[in-house]
């Protein structure tokens, strides 16, 4: 009898606590529901302007199409051809080659201006950061249309500086000094947008963290060089992968400056301008695609590796 008066006594309590987790689940839906709603925009997007078109050039790549074969089925084939072709290897070994200079370059201006930047307490320290990122404010496609301006050999700023001293100036558009020429654009662009990161990484170390290294005896040189460096060394991880990215897949600036390069800028500079060249210029879409793949592997491949190697510690230091 006690056992079963026991029994009757906790049902209630049960069925009393049903209603309570009916509410908490459709409170639970709700927002789930509310928050779908708000992300289903850019969802809508994302499908539609990035998913269905990669699909669709996959699937492109997959076929080959001639005047007397028509449209044939190659699987991988075009992909076989891609990695054998010179031409886009060539344009792989540029980018590759051009990111290992740019890169270290690009990240120690931006990181030795974050950390002028950061040392600053004065007015100017916001007029300076405000400066430093401008480039990056301008389009890219503008930003190029100036510097091929300012390289011009026969009316640029910089041939007119060297013919007052009756001496002609470098040709920055040249076949042997575009490298350099690029070198100098993409640096100009992209080096203030690395710098406000490693600024804001910089802003949320804990002063105490200086004042206890000054106490020590630690001079400015040493507390940047010992001690900011190694705390925004996730940072730097992130803009390099970026820079690799947006480097491997070089293509505003080359194509901007093209008209104005006197055939220093090819049909195969870099790996997306073939692409493109093969895409819209050749008529070859099946194996353009094929080519951006390609790319698309190489740069996963890349950027996996590095990241891989620098999993345990989150630096490279």
């Known amino acids: 009898?006690?056992?079963?008066?026991?029994?009757?006594?906790?049902?209630?309590?049960?069925?009393?606590?049903?209603?309570?987790?009916?509410?908490?689940?459709?409170?639970?839906?709700?927002r789930h529901s509310i928050g779908w709603i708000f992300v289903a925009p850019f969802g809508i997007v994302f499908i539609i302007f990035l998913v269905v078109p990669l699909i669709y050039a996959f699937s492109q790549s997959l076929f080959s199409q001639g005047l007397a074969t028509g449209t044939t089925f190659t699987g991988l084939g075009n992909?076989?051809?891609?990695?054998?072709?010179?031409?886009?290897?060539?344009?792989?070994?540029?980018?590759?080659?051009?990111?290992?200079?740019?890169?270290?370059?690009q990240m120690a201006v931006s990181l030795a201006a974050a950390l002028v930047l950061d040392s600053l307490t004065t007015r100017l320290a916001k007029f300076s950061r405000l400066m430093?990122?401008?480039?990056?404010?301008?389009?890219?496609?503008?930003?190029?249309?100036?510097?091929?301006?300012?390289?011009?050999?026969?009316f640029g700023p910089i041939s007119q500086f060297f013919a007052l001293f009756n001496m002609s100036g470098p040709d920055l558009l040249s076949s042997g000094n575009i490298f350099g020429g690029l070198l100098n654009v993409v640096t100009w662009q992209w080096a203030g947008y690395y710098m406000i990161i490693i600024?804001?990484?910089?802003?949320?170390?804990?002063?105490?963290?200086?004042?206890?290294?000054?106490?020590?005896?630690?001079?400015?040189?040493?507390?940047?060089?010992?001690?900011?460096?190694?705390?925004?060394?996730?940072?730097?991880?992130?803009?390099?992968?970026?820079?690799?990215?947006?480097?491997?897949?070089?293509?505003t600036e080359?194509?901007?400056?093209?008209?104005?390069?006197?055939?220093?800028?090819?049909?195969?500079?870099?790996?997306?301008?073939?692409?493109?060249?093969?895409a819209?210029?050749?008529?070859?879409?099946?194996?353009?695609?094929?080519?951006?793949?390609?790319?698309?592997?190489?740069?996963?491949?890349?950027?996996y590796i590095f990241l891989f190697l620098t999993r345990k510690k989150g630096s490279f230091l």
Do not use: C
């Not at 069925?15 to 987790?21: I, L, R």
């Not at 008529?283 to 491949?301: D, E, K, R, T, W």
């Open 1 to 30: 009898m006690t056992h079963a008066g026991s029994a009757v006594a906790m049902k209630p309590p049960r069925q009393a606590s049903a209603p309570n987790e009916k509410r908490s689940r459709r409170a639970s839906r709700r």
């Open 199 to 251: 600024y804001a990484a910089l802003q949320g170390i804990d002063p105490t963290i200086y004042e206890a290294a000054k106490i020590d005896g630690a001079n400015a040189r040493q507390v940047a060089i010992r001690i900011k460096v190694p705390l925004v060394t996730a940072a730097l991880v992130l803009i390099l992968v970026f820079a690799l990215i947006g480097t491997l897949q070089f293509f």
């Open 132 to 154: 430093i990122f401008v480039p990056y404010a301008i389009p890219a496609v503008i930003g190029a249309l100036m510097w091929g301006f300012l390289y011009s050999p026969s």
């Open 79 to 105: 992909y076989a051809k891609a990695f054998t072709d010179p031409d886009f290897l060539g344009g792989v070994l540029f980018v590759v080659v051009f990111s290992a200079v740019l890169i270290p370059i």
């Open 280 to 303: 819209f210029k050749f008529s070859q879409i099946n194996y353009a695609s094929a080519v951006s793949f390609a790319l698309g592997i190489i740069v996963f491949i890349g950027v």
């Open 254 to 278: 080359p194509t901007v400056l093209t008209p104005m390069a006197n055939g220093a800028i090819g049909p195969a500079f870099t790996p997306n301008i073939y692409a493109y060249n093969l």
